[in-house]
C-alpha cells in the first residue's frame, strides 16, 4: 500500500479519460495542480464514488480554478 494517497503537479493519472478542463475566462486548458485519492477508511476518507479521484486544476493569468472526480 501506498502512503501517499495522490500527486501534486505532474501529469493526471486519469481513472477514465483526460477532462482537463478550460479556464471560464481565456478558454486555455487549465494547469494540473493536484490529484486526492480516498483513503484505505471508509470513515475518514474523502469520498470520490467509491474508489475515485479528485483533480485539482488551476489558471494562474485569470486566477481561476476547478475541481472534479471520477471514479
Not at 34 to 42: S, Y
Amino acid at each position: 500500500m501506498r502512503d501517499v494517497l495522490g500527486q501534486l503537479r505532474g501529469v493526471p493519472s486519469w481513472l477514465q479519460h483526460d477532462e482537463t478542463p478550460a479556464c471560464p475566462s481565456c478558454a486555455q486548458p487549465m494547469s494540473f495542480m493536484a490529484q486526492l485519492e480516498e483513503g484505505r477508511d471508509h470513515r475518514t476518507a474523502m469520498n470520490f464514488g467509491g474508489g475515485g479521484c479528485g483533480y485539482a486544476f488551476a489558471c494562474a493569468p485569470c486566477e481561476k480554478g476547478s475541481f472534479l472526480w471520477q471514479c
